[in-house]
C-alpha cells in the first residue's frame, strides 16, 4: 500500500491527490476482443437491502455487471453486459436509516421489480460471481426463490474476505477506503456505482489473481464448541467471530493452515486432552452461503 500511495496518489509537495469516479473508463467498453479458449466471462454483483437478516430483509435494488476476463492470468478485460434496477419490498418497508445509508426512498421503489430472469441469466453465464462483501449478498440472492439454484451452482468469490488487504498494509478492508488509498473516492451505497467502483478498483492491481487463487484453495470451517469463556479475547484477537445463534467462536481457515489451528487451538483455547473444536470442510461452490 505504501509503495502504490507513494508512487501514484503521494505528490512532490507532500499533497495528495484523489479524484472523483463517476463511471468506467469508455477505452474499457471500446475493447476490440474475440473470444477464445482463454478467456471467460465473471460477473461483479451488488446488492441494497432493507437490513441485514437474509431471511427477514428484502432487496431493494441489484445491480450486476458481466465482464470478459482473462482465465490463466487473471484479470478483467471488457464489461459486456450490466443490469440494474430497484425493488419495491413486499413484506417490508425502507426506513429512514437505510435511506439515509442508500439514498434510496419508498417513493423511488414504489412500482418498481427486478426482472429475476435478467439476473439468473448472467449468473448462469459466468464462471464466477464477485462481490465485495460475498457473505453478505451472496445469501440475500439465494433468499429469491427466482435465483436461488442457479446462484447455487456458482463459485463466488469475494474481494473483502479473500485478499490480504492488512498484509499489503492497508488500514481497512472497506470499499470506500480502499477507494482513497487507490487515488479515487466516489458517492457509494447505491449498487451499479459500488461494482463499478470495485472493478476500477480491481483493476489496480493483482487483485483478481489474489481473490481466485484463494478461491481455488479449500477451507475449513472451525467451530469453537464449548470454548472456555476467558479464552473469548484470544480468539477474536487471532481473527474468530461470534456465532450468535449457535453460541460459538467460529473461523475459516485454508487446508493447509489446519494443522497450525489445531496445535494454537490445543495449546492457547482448550484445556489439554479437552479439545472440543469442530472442523468441517467447505465445499468451493458453498463459499460465502449462509
Known sequence: MKKFFVDKIYNADKSVTIREFTE???????KAVVMNSDLGFCSILDTETTGLDHVKDEIIEIAIRK??????????????????????PERNVISEVITELTGITKEDV??????????????????????HNAG????????????????????????????????MGF???????????HGFHYSGHRALTDIDALANLILQGDYLKEILANAKTRQVCVDCVQAPFESKDILKNNGFSWDAPNKFWTRLVSEPELDEMKNFLTEEVYPKGKMKAEFSAIELRDRFKA
Not at 116 to 125: A, L, N, P, Q
Not at 171 to 181: D, G, I
Request: with cysteine.
Open 24 to 30: 468506467l473508463s469508455p477505452d474499457l467498453f471500446n
Open 67 to 88: 465482464w470478459i476476463y482473462h482465465k490463466r492470468e487473471h484479470y478483467l478485460i471488457k464489461p459486456v453486459e450490466e443490469y440494474s434496477e430497484l425493488n419495491e
Open 110 to 131: 414504489k412500482g418498481k421489480k427486478i426482472n429475476w430472469g435478467i439476473v439468473s441469466k448472467i449468473i448462469g453465464e459466468s464462471d464466477f460471481v464477485l462481490a
Open 136 to 167: 453478505f449478498d451472496r445469501p440475500m440472492i439465494e433468499a429469491v426463490a427466482e435465483v436461488s439454484k442457479i446462484s447455487a451452482s456458482k463459485i463466488w468469490t469475494c474481494s473483502f474476505k479473500q485478499v490480504d488487504w492488512a498484509q
Open 171 to 181: 488500514l481497512s478492508a472497506k470499499q470506500e477506503l480502499l477507494s482513497l488509498f
